[in-house]
């Protein structure tokens, strides 16, 4: 494969940047008139159809059981915990903040990482960079609540908490599952059964009864197409491209630019205030990102971006 230009990693850096940046906002309006887990379900059960048909269609050949479990227990901890956590709190909490605290998943894969068997600790930028995601967290979640200019719902902050856990852990578990050989079979795997988790999630929760059909609106349809076309398709497709031919100390910098861009477009589209708390928890946050970037940028560079595990499908 011929190495491709500077010009065209860096497209794909951007793409990567606005697309999974603006999901955030995307789905705020996508669940105004659609029930969160029901949106999040069709999102990526039909993404995930496109991706198997398109890659089987392509000469993929037919994932084996043990590809098809490896997928789908990543695709319960990253879409139906970690994405179906941000969908529910996103109705509560604005898509902005949503973002700088998923933009934690650095901090969690870091943790997640040293406390698994055989795991190995953070030298210490990597321990300074924890801390002061911590500290970020801290103070925009501010537990005194003196003073503070965000109000948070609690239950929902710790639902988003716990969703970029959940997608650190599922990052890591990734990392040495029995995968398709090709990624982007395996990312429509992992959709086809996070979605339909989801939709299982979503009916026995009762949100069929709280759907109507005549009630979506078209803020919301289109929502709901930008998450599928966009956010899961050519997002993903972007990403999983960039893994195989940058170092990730490169493409991990989608971790503190979707945060920012989100920030952003909240703001300028949805009216969602910037104060300076949250200005001073972004600072936080994303620093410790980059901290733990940097801590991590030697052995990115030399290691594979995208490993997989060869597995006997007999």
Known sequence: ????SNLAIWAGLITVYIVWGSTYLAI????????PFLMAGARFTIAGLILYTWRRLAGDPRPCRREWISAGIVGLLLLLVGNGGVTWAEQTVNSGIVALLIGTVPL?????????PGGRWPGWQGMAGVLLGVGGIFILV???GAGSSVRLDLVSTIVVLLAAASWAIGSVYSHSA???????MGTGLEMLVGGGALLLLGTFTGEWSQLSWAAISTKSIL??????VFGSLIGYASYTWLLRVAPTSLVSTYAYVNPLIAILMGNLLAQEPVTPQVILAATAIIGAVVLINLAHAPQAKLEPAFAVVETNCD
Not at 109 to 116: G, K, N, Q, S, T
Not at 178 to 184: D, N, V
Not at 223 to 228: E, T, V
């Open 1 to 4: 494969m011929n190495k491709p």
């Open 28 to 35: 705020r309006f996508a669940i105004e008139t659609i029930p």
């Open 108 to 116: 969690w894969v870091v943790l997640v990482d040293a406390l698994r």
């Open 142 to 144: 501010n537990p005194w």
């Open 178 to 184: 029995r995968l398709p050989a090709s990624p982007l």
């Open 223 to 228: 929502g709901l197409a930008y998450l599928i």
